[in-house]
């Protein structure tokens, strides 16, 4: 499938120890890396969220198009359009199993703009063909890409709105 995509964008490379862009608590190089890189696959419809996830972090459009499947597929995703996203919540998994077929995922998403957050929740449709998760749409939720602090800056010393208890300037704020 990656062979019909165009690889000449190429993702920004990530430090082999930092926290893995999806939160999964483990290093990018034990979580999404192999995933992205195509020496793994995505194992359950929550794997590929995750990694599509990090993909979007890092840019990596070539993945983004190659997980999405080709009845849905835009043709190109502009680089520019995607947002600096900071945070990921898994909020409910529903089949998406190594198993089954089709899965739903749950999920909010963080990005920051300036100094402030926006919050997009979603519930992704993923489908499983020929032993490979493809997304292939999202619900989104009513109170999605609302701005977390819409009257104001988020301060540097905050809790940052992304939900990983760091303070902003430690976290979104960077």
């Given at each position: 499938?990656?062979?019909?995509?165009?690889?000449?964008?190429?993702?920004?490379?990530?430090?082999?120890?930092?926290?893995c862009p999806?939160?999964s608590?483990?290093?990018?190089?034990?979580?999404?890396?192999?995933?992205?890189?195509?020496?793994?696959?995505?194992?359950?419809a929550?794997?590929?969220?995750?990694?599509?996830?990090?993909?979007?972090?890092?840019?990596?459009?070539?993945?983004?198009?190659?997980?999405w499947?080709p009845?849905?597929?835009?043709?190109?995703i502009?680089a520019?359009?995607?947002?600096?996203?900071c945070g990921?919540?898994?909020?409910?998994?529903?089949?998406?199993?190594?198993?089954?077929?089709?899965?739903?995922?749950e999920?909010?998403?963080?990005?920051?703009?300036?100094?402030?957050?926006?919050?997009?929740?979603?519930?992704s449709?993923?489908v499983?063909e020929?032993?490979q998760?493809?997304y292939?749409?999202?619900?989104?939720?009513?109170?999605?890409?609302?701005?977390?602090?819409?009257?104001?800056?988020?301060?540097?010393?905050?809790v940052?709105?992304?939900?990983?208890?760091?303070?902003?300037?430690?976290?979104c704020?960077?």
């Open positions: 499938m990656l062979s019909k995509i165009n690889l000449s964008l190429r993702p920004q490379t990530m430090p082999d120890n930092s926290p999806c939160l608590g483990l290093f990018y190089t034990q979580c999404c890396a192999a995933v992205l890189s195509g020496q793994k696959k995505a194992l359950t929550e794997m590929l969220m995750r990694s599509r996830y990090s993909a979007y972090v890092a840019g990596d459009i070539a993945y983004l198009l190659a997980t499947h009845s849905t597929r835009p043709p190109a502009e520019e359009t995607i947002p600096d996203w990921l919540e898994i909020l409910q998994t529903e089949q998406g199993q190594e198993d089954d077929d089709a899965g739903r995922v999920f909010k998403a963080t990005a920051r703009s300036q100094h402030t957050t926006l919050t997009l929740h979603e519930t449709h993923f499983k020929a032993g998760w493809l292939v749409s999202g619900d989104l939720k009513e109170e999605s890409l609302r701005a977390d602090n819409p009257a104001g800056k988020v301060g540097r010393n905050c940052c709105p992304c939900g990983s208890g760091k303070k902003f300037k430690k976290c704020g960077l």
